[in-house]
């Protein structure tokens, strides 16, 4: 399976600030997948990722606010804009294998 | 637009006894499905996934999940709860005709009664 390293692994930041996230995979893949994860709720798609391209938003989601890189088919980068509160999240990177999703161990995210 | 329901936000079971984590979809094409499990403070693990062929799908850890195209179910169980068994559980699909995101139903945490 794809292994999937997310940095960093947890951070406390000030509100107003920026965190980028970065996310390598061990394989090339086509496309990458950004999750968040709310404080005791489920996953939620922000953005899918494809190299050579801007990345694709969902509903809710702006670029403004989660900018993201794909600047080779390995690497990824998710940028928490302007935090507040309320982007206290696990932020997770995702990519397919062998027609398998695999998920990286999370960034927790705390906005102080 | 897929959804996907999980029912029982929690579920508790005794050790040894038979776990059953009920996840139902709605789509209008029978789509990919997935299990996945959370344990405290780590990323989501692949427990198995329904493509096509065959309905019932075995996992790992003991765990499998039948397809049951009338009922719009993919429900998981285990015959025999382990302690190591306590964690969150997500049920998800994707459309196998576009691209390869998750559609994650809201999870059930298992606790596991000693």
């Known amino acids: 399976s794809a292994v999937i390293s997310q940095k960093p692994s947890r951070d406390i930041c000030q509100r107003g600030t920026s965190l980028t996230i970065q996310c390598q995979v061990d394989?090339?893949?086509?496309?990458m997948f950004w999750y968040r994860q709310q404080p005791g709720q489920s996953l939620t798609l922000i953005a899918t990722a494809n190299q050579g391209s801007e990345a694709t938003y969902e509903s809710g989601f702006v670029i403004d606010k989660f900018p993201i890189s794909r600047p080779n088919l390995t690497f990824s980068t998710l940028t928490v804009s302007n935090m507040s509160p309320e982007d206290s999240s696990i932020y997770l990177c995702s990519v397919e294998e062998l027609a398998l999703p695999f998920f990286g161990q999370g960034t927790r995210l705390t906005v102080v | 637009a897929q959804s996907v329901t999980q029912l029982g936000s929690h579920v508790s079971v005794s050790e040894g006894a038979l776990v059953l984590l009920r996840c139902n979809y709605s789509?209008?094409?029978?789509?990919?499905l997935f299990w996945y499990v959370q344990y405290p403070n780590q990323g989501l693990q692949l427990l198995l996934k329904?493509?096509?062929?065959?309905?019932l799908v075995k996992g790992i850890n003991g765990f499998e999940a039948e397809f049951k195209k009338s009922e719009t179910s993919f429900h998981l169980t285990k015959p025999s709860a382990h302690m190591s068994d306590a964690a969150e559980y997500f049920c998800a699909v994707s459309d196998p005709g576009g691209n390869e995101k998750l559609t994650f139903g809201t999870g059930t945490r298992l606790t596991i009664i000693p």
């Open positions: 789509s209008s094409v029978p789509p990919y």
């Open positions: 329904y493509t096509t062929g065959a309905t």
């Open positions: 394989s090339q893949v086509t496309m």
